[in-house]
């Protein structure tokens, strides 16, 4: 069973690359939104909670989230795939403790490596495409900068424990699922 976090910039291609390594192993996708969003339709009491929160405009908070991804994994017997989570090192250490209650552990990493200037061309052309407005220049330098501060510190955290895959995502996206695999295949 294989528990691997994709982990890279916005605009890295990480839903492209998540949807070959779920198919390619048989994973369990799980995204933190997607989550949240089945809690709320299948309304349960969590999904309830989650929803006055929301409705109330504010984050849900780490802790719904956790237990959300913590219901994920005892109910999982197949592996994962994170995507969107961890998102900081508190969270990373989070998710291995919960992993460890399930005697499980992270089996790797998968980073996307994409130079700065081509994270900003891809989310600039994907505005134009999908007419997403929060892909504007100004935006999309304030979400790379928080990701820097905040998020590029998980990658530490997994390097250490040397779980860390670092793939170029730059190139054509069979070439990138093929580094990713041969990558993978390594482990075992």
């Known amino acids: 069973m294989k528990d691997i976090v994709i982990f890279g910039a916005p605009g890295a291609g990480k839903g492209t690359q998540s949807e070959f390594i779920v198919e390619r ?5 799980v ?18 909670r989650i929803k006055s929160i929301m409705d109330a405009g504010q984050l849900v908070n780490d802790d719904i989230v ?9 109910n999982n017997t197949n592996g994962i795939l994170f995507d969107g989570f961890p998102r900081n090192v508190a969270q990373a250490r989070t998710l291995d403790t919960l992993l460890a209650n399930h005697g499980r552990s992270i089996t790797c990493m998968v980073q996307l490596d994409v130079p700065r200037e081509e994270l900003v061309r891809r989310m600039l052309e994907r505005a134009k495409v999908s007419g997403r407005s929060d892909d504007n220049e100004e ?8 990701y820097e501060e905040k998020t590029l510190p998980v990658a530490g955290h997994y390097s250490r424990q ?9 190139g054509a996206v069979a070439d990138i699922s093929s580094a990713i695999a041969a990558a993978i295949d390594k482990l075992n």
């Open 25 to 29: 192993y048989g994973l369990t996708h």
């Open 31 to 48: 995204s933190t939104g997607d989550l949240l969003r089945k809690e709320i339709a299948d309304r349960t009491p969590l999904g309830m």
């Open 66 to 74: 956790v237990e959300m991804i913590e219901n994920t994994i005892a």
């Open 139 to 146: 935006t999309i330098q304030r979400r790379l900068a928080e």
């Open 162 to 170: 040397n779980k860390r895959l670092l793939i170029n995502g730059t």
